[in-house]
Structure formats: C-alpha cells, structure tokens
C-alpha cells in the first residue's frame, strides 16, 4: 500500500506488510506520546476533525496525534453545528472542507459515508466510524495493544486466541478487527452474541476464506475458558430503532471479577474498545475489574494516540522527518514521575 495521500477507509486496503509499517512508525512516537519529546514534524499543517456522531476517544485522541506532530485541528461536532443540517451534500462538504485542510477525519452514522465524502475530497479522508460499517483506526490500535499485551509472554498475534463478545452485528470496532485478524496465521476466533446480534455472514466468510478457525456461541462462562484475549463490547443502542429494542440484549454477557477468576486463563487479556456502558442494565464489563492487572482498556486507549500519529506521518509522508524536527520537552511531565 502507497500511504502517502491515501484515504484510510477500510481494513480491506491492507496487506500484513502494510500493519507492521503502521506499528513501526507507531513505535517510534512513543517519545512524543508520552512527552519526552516535542516534534514540529507538522507545523503549519491543518487536521479537519469531523464528527457527525458522538465521540469522546476517537475525536480526540485524532486531535490530540495531530497536535503532538505539531499540526493544528479544526473541529466540528455534531450535524446540527454544520451546513449539512441545511441540505448540503457530503461531497460538498468535501468540496469546500479539502480547501481548509491537508488532512480530514470523519465519522459519521451511515454506511459508507465517510467513503463518499473521500470520493470529493482534495486531501486524505481517514475514517473514524462510518455507522455499523467500520472503524479501522480502531481496529489498528486495538491490534497494536494485543501484540504488546502478548509479547510480554512471548506470544505473537499468529496463533492468537481471541473471543470477541456482545453485539457483534452492530459493532464496527467487531467489524474491522476481524478483517485485520484474517491477515493472519493459526488465529482463533470466538464470536459471542445474542443469536439476533451474530457477526455479519460475510465477515465471517472473510474469516473463514483466510484461514480464521471461527466458533460462533451465545453463551459466555464456557467459551472464554482458554482465550489469550477477551473483547467486550457494548450494545450499540445508536443502531436499534427504539431503546426498547436495545433493552433485550443490554447486561446479557458481563464479564465481573468473579466470572474472570472462576473461567478465564489467570493472564487473559481483557479488553473492550470504550466506552464501556457502565449503567446497571448493562455493565458489560464491570468495574470491579479495574485493579486487574490484566484490563489493558486504558492502555488499549492510549495506544490509539500512537498509531493515529503513525497514519498522519504515512499518509503526510513525515514518518522519517519527525525526529529531525524534534527537541525535549521543557515543562514538568507527571508521566516520568
Ligand atoms: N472507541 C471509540 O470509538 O470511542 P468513541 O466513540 O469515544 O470515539
């Protein structure tokens, strides 16, 4: 994959050579990250950060890689703050966006939008969310944090085994990260879910196509008993037609300390791509988790900060300048502490 002026869309434009570009330059910003040093790399440049849907990580932790790189962000949230409330078509939105800035994120509630507004644009269109469609900076992130977690025992993603959890038909976080999985060797993959939730059949053909050895359940307890990683995810109330509708599935799969010590391997990896739904009917992944050492949720999050950086040095074509433009921090950083 050519990544300098690419739209980042969908996990399908990648090939396993192109993850591991991704990971090393990641890698390497993790000086700028944790604010050991500041790099320029990117001054001058402008991010437009679109979000048509509700974002709390994703929105800012693109703005937040953008300005660690030195750029500047212009945002806008939500559509009832646009022109697109007045009528006006994505791709025009494109048209005049791509004018204000070298790079654009976007996500937005329906399927394949944020490919559509790309289609117009002059400048790159990274995709942060385009409905149940997919995520794949996430899926990208969430990769990165299993490759560390699993290192530490020696273990590569090839061979992997992983069960993903909750409302699999509507969760792009699900969506992306089976695809990346299939780039892979010897992977196992659990799918559990309420029987009207099951992952899409044609990700699962992509899965099973590549190798994937897929298992589909809908019961929790027994199919987490030797998984390397746990993958909770929410009931994605945003794509039912009424709450109610949402209601039947929400707090069928917790995972709680007691159900981890009595199931789950004692190193299990327990992640979940944010947020968690914490409201009693649901708590799909309960707090009482939070001193596990094994919760990787915050670390997961963190991680989206490096490999978000990574993909704007790509596709901006500064992977191998951001050191030259760099110096040490001069403020009290609290991270070294
Ligand atoms: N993981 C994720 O997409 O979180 P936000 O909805 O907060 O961006």
Redesign the pocket.
């Known amino acids: 994959m050519n990544f300098t002026g690419a739209h980042i869309l969908s996990i399908n434009q990648f090939q396993r050579q192109d993850v591991d570009r991704v990971f090393a330059v990641a890698d390497q910003m993790e000086p700028y990250a944790l604010r050991k040093r500041v790099t320029r790399v990117l001054e001058g440049a402008i991010l437009g950060n679109m979000f048509f849907e509700?974002?709390?990580?994703?929105?800012v932790s693109f703005g937040s890689a953008f300005n660690l790189l030195g750029g500047e962000v212009r945002e806008t949230a939500g559509f009832e703050n646009s022109a697109l409330v007045k009528g006006e078509s994505l791709q025009d939105t494109a048209r005049v966006l791509s004018g204000f800035s070298d790079v654009i994120c976007m996500r937005h509630p329906q399927e394949g939008s944020v490919a559509d507004f790309a289609s117009a644009s002059r400048v790159p269109v990274l995709n942060g969310?385009d409905g149940a469609n997919e995520?794949p900076t996430?899926a990208l992130l969430d990769l990165y944090t299993i490759r560390q977690e699993i290192a530490a025992r020696g273990q590569t993603i090839d061979g992997l085994k992983i069960a993903m959890i909750g409302d699999l038909r509507h969760g792009r976080?699900v969506h992306s990260l089976s695809k990346l999985l299939s780039l892979y060797n010897n992977v196992q993959v659990i799918l559990i879910s309420p029987e009207e939730l099951t992952l899409p059949e044609a990700i699962v053909e992509q899965m099973r196509s590549a190798g994937v050895q897929v298992t589909i359940s809908h019961e929790l307890t027994n199919s987490i008993v030797d998984v390397d990683i746990v993958y909770s995810t929410r009931i994605q109330e945003e794509r039912f037609s009424t709450k109610e509708e949402a209601d039947l599935y929400r707090g069928k799969f917790r995972l709680n300390q007691a159900i981890y010590t009595e199931f789950c391997q004692p190193n299990t990896v327990i992640m979940h791509?944010?947020?968690r739904d914490s409201r009693a009917d649901a708590n799909e992944l309960d707090s009482d988790l939070d001193n596990n050492p094994n919760l990787a949720i915050f670390r997961q999050a963190d991680n989206g900060v490096l490999v978000r950086m990574a993909l704007f040095a790509l596709v901006l074509d500064v992977a191998d300048k951001v050191d030259e433009f760099s110096y040490d921090v001069r403020w009290y950083n609290s991270r070294q502490v």
């Open positions: 509700a974002s709390t990580r994703t929105r969310g995520h996430q976080t791509p944010l947020p």
